[in-house]
């Protein structure tokens, strides 16, 4: 069941837990991810990032969305993954999307109030959840790449979470996209203060790889939605080369199949550390 993003991330505020936000980069792992969601009762969201869009196509990628959020009884959000690219941004409007994510971190510091406030007013007239990133993420994966060391910093989030009206917000507490760098350590104590002063609910990215424990507190201290992709290709491309190994399989689907289950098994194990399991309402 198709639903918007701000009242999922209300009820996970709640009841204290977070939504996982995972990354569609193939028909099976969106597969793999509903199916983790219908079996795990939790609500679910997912989100197509640019790369997606260039490999399958915009339409294609929200039709996958779309039909397989509609087959289900659980809450699924359908949502843009770091928009870059605004205009791209501007169609994903009109695209069938519940939410969309505006990564602003490039962008000229003095022009990114006047556009998120903007771009949300419209987003809000066509009922579209709006999460931001204003500060650079660390690591790096294909389109989303950055250097370490732009922290939140908590006052200016609050006042630039005030003034554009968006619903959720990205903070940079020193995690890092892909797989883990060497010195990657979540910054929980800035976190806290960061959801001392910034109302609307927190999102952690680059969450593959970080130790349960961590996002465990994490969730204690205020997170609210967990993006994970890398973690998915890992199980996915484990999967296909073992597949691989047997010479007398060259059918497509006999070597895609097993790798929805290694999927949906990431995405359940993921769902009970996260506490969305059974909070499908
Ligand atoms: O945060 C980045 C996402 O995992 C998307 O990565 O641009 O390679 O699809 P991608
Ligand atoms: P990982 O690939 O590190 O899990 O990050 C996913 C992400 O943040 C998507 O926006
Ligand atoms: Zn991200």
């Known amino acids: ?25 193939s028909l099976e792992t969106a597969l793999g991810i509903v199916a983790a969601a219908e079996a795990e009762q939790s609500p679910v969201i997912l989100q197509i990032s640019e790369k997606t869009i260039d490999y399958m196509g915009l339409d294609v990628a929200v039709a996958i969305a779309q039909t397989l959020a509609n087959r289900v009884t659980v809450p699924v959000a359908v949502h843009l993954d770091h928009g870059k690219n605004f205009e791209l941004c501007e169609q994903t409007l009109k695209a069938g999307f519940t939410s969309i994510m505006l990564d602003v971190s490039q962008m000229p510091k003095n022009e ?45 989030a609050a006042v630039f979470v005030r003034e554009t009206g968006c619903d ?10 892909g797989k883990p760098l060497p010195n990657e350590k979540l910054d ?15 999102v952690l ?6 130790p349960d424990e961590v996002i465990r507190e994490a969730i204690a201290r205020g997170i609210r939605k967990i ?23 060259y059918d497509p ?23 969305s399991s059974a909070q499908a309402r």
């Open 227 to 249: 993006n994970i992709d890398t973690d998915l290709r890992l199980a996915f491309t484990k999967q296909l080369r073992e597949t691989l190994k047997q010479e007398d399989v």
């Open 112 to 156: 990114r109030i006047p556009f998120v406030k903007g771009f949300t007013t419209r987003a809000h007239r066509l009922g579209i959840t709006v999460e931001v990133e204003e500060d650079v993420i660390g690591g790096r994966e294909d389109y989303v790449r950055g250097e370490a060391g732009h922290f939140t910093d908590p006052a200016r």
């Open 168 to 177: 959720c917000f990205a903070v940079s507490i020193g995690e890092a996209h």
């Open 1 to 25: 069941m198709l639903v918007n993003l701000s009242a999922m991330l209300a009820a996970a505020d709640r009841g204290k837990y977070a939504v996982g936000g995972f990354n569609i980069t």
């Open 205 to 210: 990215h680059g969450a593959s790889s970080t």
């Open 188 to 202: 929980l104590d800035l976190l806290c203060e960061i959801d001392r002063t910034v109302t609307v609910p927190l």
């Open 253 to 275: 689907r006999d070597e895609l199949r097993p790798t929805i289950a290694s999927v949906e098994s990431v995405v359940r194990e993921k769902m009970r550390l996260f506490g």
